[in-house]
T-cell receptor, first 113, second 111 residues
């Protein structure tokens, strides 16, 4: 079945860039997402990218997609303490809810002062 | 526009009981999906409803069921609760071909 892999932890200094990586196995993944979850909260959609794109930038966030290697990354520029959270990579063959999202286990982003 | 709302936010039940969770989607969204989040298994897809019909289902036992009403609100039910059903249950809504937006979740504790 489909699988999405992420590192469990990433520690960065405040002000540095954070790069969270994700790999997926489903060749039919068309939509790829990054969600953020703060303690005790639900999932907040950060950004998404279609499989026909290589890069998407949205303010401090940059998403890079290497479709050949099935590798997705999220770069957060100028990381702040408020960025401390769990970041989930997710994929779906279609947009909307019809096919369900397959999630990675999440990467805990730890910010050092 | 109001976001996805879920009620109740917290729930404590005992083994063998049943529970019903509710989700109100973003206005205009007709697709509602449910997910279970546990420390061990992570986020897993339960099922999805669109226009009162279940379109897709994840790999969960028949004790997990759901329904959707004509106003797109959805409920999920878990019967004969087990300790392993303790989890955060998340609901998400979307428009066709659009991204899913999640609610704050219902945290269920089974004792």
């Amino acid at each position: 079945g489909e699988d999405v892999e992420q590192s469990l932890f990433l520690s960065v200094r405040e002000g540095d860039s954070s790069v969270i990586n994700c790999t997926y196995t489903d060749s039919s993944s068309t939509y790829l997402y990054w969600y953020k979850q703060e303690p005790g909260a639900g999932l907040q959609l950060l950004t998404y990218i279609f499989s026909n794109m290589d890069m998407k930038q949205d303010q401090r966030l940059t998403v890079l997609l290497n479709k050949k290697d099935k590798h997705l990354s999220l770069r957060i520029a100028d990381t702040q303490t408020g960025d401390s959270a769990i970041y989930f990579c997710a994929e779906s063959p279609s947009g909307g809810g019809a096919d369900g999202l397959t999630f990675g286990k999440g990467t805990h982003l730890i910010i050092q002062p | 526009k109001a976001g996805v709302t879920q009620t109740p936010r917290y729930l404590i039940k005992t083994r063998g009981q049943q529970v019903t969770l509710s989700c109100s989607p973003i206005s205009g969204h007709r697709s509602v999906s449910w997910y279970q989040q546990t420390p061990g298994q992570g986020l897993q897809f339960l099922f999805e409803y669109f226009s009162e019909t279940q379109r897709n289902k994840g790999n969960f036992p028949g004790r997990f069921s759901g329904r959707q009403f004509s106003n797109s609100r959805s409920e999920m039910n878990v019967s004969t609760l087990e300790l392993g059903d303790s989890a955060l249950y998340l609901c998400a809504s979307s428009s066709p071909q659009e991204t899913q937006y999640f609610g704050p979740g219902t945290r269920l504790l089974v004792l």
